[in-house]
């Protein structure tokens, strides 16, 4: 049986370096990630969070592995939602790809290591919009949405 998990594939008209500020600069996370952030030294065993703007931790875990600016692999868990929490630990890879002089492409991959549903079904929802948001900041100068 197959662990429970969720995969986006996107095609950016950017650079890999731009991507990965994308996805992880506190600058631009709060425009992408709905005025979230994320606190971490981004080094391999450092922990990780994600904290929304009111100062709670939304998520948190462990950076796994990092390669900047290819590849990013984060042990991840919900922190505020007992529902989502109870359903354990995650592992999210984050893969960035060269495809021409001027693109990309961006492959996240969210698995869950336990059983359950919920947790993979929220990260189904937050996933796209987050993305599309990084495509289109990148691409526009403007994110698509800025309301969670």
């Excluded at 969070?49 to 709670?56: C, K, M």
């Excluded at 990084?134 to 100068?141: H, N, P, Q």
Aim: charged content about 25%; proline content about 6%; hydrophobic content about 40%.
């Amino acid at each position: 049986m197959s662990k429970p998990s969720f995969l986006y594939v996107t095609f950016i008209r950017s650079s890999a370096d731009k991507v990965w500020s994308a996805l992880t600069s506190p600058e631009l996370t709060v425009k992408t990630w709905f005025g979230t952030h994320q606190e971490t030294d981004w080094k391999a065993g450092s922990p990780w969070r994600l904290v929304l703007p009111d100062g709670r931790v939304a998520d948190a875990g462990e950076i796994v592995e990092i390669d900047r600016p290819r590849r990013l692999v984060l042990k991840w868990r919900n922190e505020f939602k007992p529902e989502l929490k109870a359903e354990g630990w995650s592992r999210c890879t984050i893969e960035i790809e060269p495809v021409t002089d001027n693109a990309v492409k961006l492959t996240v991959t969210h698995q869950l290591d336990g059983e359950g549903t919920k947790f993979i079904a929220a990260v189904s929802g937050g996933w796209p919009r987050i993305l599309s948001n990084v495509k289109s900041l990148l691409e526009t100068g403007e994110p698509v949405f800025t309301e969670k």
